[in-house]
């Protein structure tokens, strides 16, 4: 599949059939402003520079948004970000046409940032790293909310600009992003359901992985792997994970690992460096660190005061 780069803002607004913008580092319009973009055949887009949706999405055609590996029917309000250097890629099932949309983009390049506060926080939101079908569904308030400081960004791209623009846009830029990362938070509670059969799911990989008899060959589960049989990315999960239980990824592996070991310590005539080796640790002392940071006792003292 070719991919299609923007360099520019500029060059992106002329693909969309849109006047160029008033700032050439940052843009705000309505998305009904721009032509529709022509998606009968699979389509890669690139961008230089980090893109905020917030948007509605009716379809006149089986039309799906991929991102990475991932897909998402654009049938509700979402807001997505999509950071530099990422690919989005469309796909469709036809060669019929169009797709209405309502809504707003943001288009920002790095280099509006330089010298300021956001420079160094910005890629602070793990959002950034989420993939598209894990976008924030917005209450009708909260995208009030949010298209009220659009809005104000818009005003200011627009206005004369002087010493005090950038400062302003820095700041709208910094209370729209805090707001995203209050809402994902939100989500993440409020989708209670969906959450805790991500929790129940995630038990079960790594059930499975540890009791399977390969563990030995294929190592240590990773973040990255079970992320990817959860179909989420690895850091959505780990956030998700850290409002629901305090705990990300990672520790979640290493809490399954200990439990299991301390079975075998309990329950099996098995030397601590053949339960290390059959739990995928490739050197007894890693095992015997990481089981005394997490049960203040060495897998010997764990035995002796089971025992």
Not at 24 to 50: C, H, M, Q, T
Not at 55 to 72: N, R
Not at 177 to 189: E, M, N, P, T, V
Request: with cysteine; net charge negative; proline share 3%.
């Amino acid at each position: 599949m070719q991919v299609k780069r923007f360099r520019t803002i500029s060059e992106f607004q002329q693909f969309r059939h849109l006047p160029k913008p008033d700032h050439p580092l940052i843009s705000v319009f309505e998305v009904g402003s721009a032509k529709r973009a022509d998606i009968a055949e699979n389509i890669s887009w690139l961008y230089e520079f980090y893109c905020i949706g917030l948007k509605k999405v009716v379809t006149t055609q089986s039309v799906k948004l991929k991102y990475g590996q991932k897909e998402y029917d654009f049938d509700d309000g979402i807001m997505s970000f999509v950071a530099p250097n990422q690919v989005l890629s469309f796909t469709t099932d036809d060669d019929n046409k169009g797709i209405q949309q309502s809504g707003w983009l943001l288009l920002l390049h790095p280099d509006f940032l330089w010298n300021t506060s956001l420079a160094s926080s910005i890629r602070q939101y793990d959002y950034w790293d989420y993939s598209v079908h894990e976008a924030l569904f917005l209450s009708e308030k909260e995208e009030d909310t949010l298209v009220g400081i659009l809005q104000h960004i818009q005003h200011e791209c627009k206005s004369n600009i002087d010493q005090f623009s950038k400062s302003i846009i820095v700041a709208h830029l910094e209370t729209l992003l805090s707001y995203a990362d209050r809402f994902y938070h939100r989500q993440f509670i409020t989708r209670e359901k969906e959450n805790h059969q991500v929790l129940e799911r995630l038990e079960t990989i790594l059930d499975d992985y540890f009791d399977n008899d390969d563990l030995i060959s294929k190592g240590l589960p990773t973040v990255a792997y079970v992320a990817q049989t959860l179909n989420l990315s690895p850091k959505y999960l780990s956030s998700l994970l850290k409002v629901l239980t305090g705990q990300n990824t990672q520790q979640h592996i290493h809490e399954k690992l200990i439990e299991k070991a301390k079975e075998k310590l309990s329950t099996t005539n098995l030397s601590v460096s053949e339960i290390a080796y059959e739990l995928g640790f490739e050197h007894l002392q890693s095992f015997s660190k990481l089981f005394k940071t997490k049960t203040n006792q060495s897998p010997l003292e764990f035995r002796a005061s089971f025992n």
